[in-house]
């Protein structure tokens, strides 16, 4: 990550986080008295295309700001921040979850992408933490409550997938010092994933922006000792450092970005440059090198596919960010 690519991103975050239209709702009409304007319904996260993608757009720029302080870009960044994280409208934000028939609402990748923002300003000691911090907590009891009752993972390769949103949520119970929700999180992934051994690797699939192979793998890693992942992680891909599965190795094709769901294959090369990264770390020799290498494969395939068409715009740089810099920003 250099200043000059994460300032790119800080544009195009700038140009579509209050960029209302088109826009696609997860919203639930019980009546006349509901009908939906994005900005009155949600005063913060109404741009973007989509709720969860404006939230990591916010998300986004909140990094810049914090790995980049120098940035012309920066004062943008503090002008908006201070437009949208008000106490009066972080409330409207709270108090839509209220309604009985939005239970499931952004369940549970827009949950965790709002406690990944929360980290983010956390960690940058942003004035803006506290004032976002009843959402948080908001989407922390919806964890706690939904996690425990959850008795299979999904493991798809898009917004449901629920070992993504363990890996977000896990990074927001270290920078807040949530010893007890990380316990929560870390015995979810126990039950679903401690036993998986010799993953197949079938994907990806036509729309996945995720790898649920590489995924699970990423939980785990945030979630258990290191000694014990890695007993886990030699079961779980033991031919990793021959390059198989092979289908993990080869990045994704993308015939066509105009269309939103098959664009989600960048996605997916960049949440693998991701998740292979961070997982090399806790490899060596050749596991680590296969690791590396695939990554970088990914990564150039992907990264200057960010900007263009706004299906793909209004999310990707999101997922570079991420592919760069870490899930803690430290590369």
């Known amino acids: 990550m250099t200043p000059d690519l994460a300032a790119s991103f800080a544009r195009i975050a700038l140009g579509h986080v209050e960029r209302e239209y088109p826009h696609k709702a997860d919203h639930v009409m019980d ?11 949600h005063p913060i996260f109404y741009g973007s295309f989509d709720w969860h993608s404006c939230v990591h757009g916010y998300w986004l720029l909140a990094r810049v700001r914090r790995l980049f302080p120098e940035l012309a870009e920066a004062a943008a960044i503090d002008a908006l921040f201070a437009r949208a994280f008000t106490p009066a409208k972080v409330e409207a934000e709270r108090a839509y979850l209220d309604r009985p028939s939005a239970r499931s609402f952004e369940r549970p990748y827009g949950w965790a992408w709002t406690l990944m923002l929360a980290s983010e300003l956390i960690v940058a000691h942003s004035p803006h933490a506290q004032t976002l911090q009843p959402l948080a907590d908001a989407f922390i009891a919806r964890f706690e409550e939904f996690l425990p009752k959850l008795h299979y993972p999904v493991r798809a390769g898009f917004h449901s997938n629920t070992a993504f949103a363990l890996v ?105 440059a991701w998740a292979m990264r961070s997982l090399a770390r806790s490899a060596s020799g050749d596991m680590a090198r296969a690791l590396d290498e695939a990554a970088a494969r990914h990564l150039a395939a992907a990264i200057g596919e960010v900007a263009g068409d706004y299906m793909g715009e209004h999310w990707l740089a999101s997922f570079a960010m991420l592919a760069l810099t870490g899930t803690d920003g430290t590369g």
């Not at 009546?31 to 319904?41: C, K, N, T």
Request: proline share 6%; glycine share 6%.
């Open 168 to 272: 977000l949520a896990e990074r927001y119970a270290r920078a807040s010092g949530d010893d007890a929700f990380r316990a929560t999180l870390r015995a979810a992934a126990s039950r679903w994933f401690s036993h998986d051994r010799g993953a197949q690797a079938w994907e990806p699939s036509g729309e996945d922006f995720l790898s649920p192979t590489l995924t699970e793998a990423l939980a785990m890693q945030a979630l258990l000792a290191p000694d014990v992942f890695a007993l886990w992680f030699a079961a779980f891909l033991p031919d990793l450092a021959t390059g198989q599965p092979a289908a993990l190795f080869t990045p994704a094709q993308v015939s066509d970005r105009s269309d939103g769901k098959i664009a989600h294959l960048d996605g997916l090369n960049l949440s693998r």
């Open 31 to 41: 009546g006349d008295a509901d009908a939906y304007i994005p900005h009155l319904v």
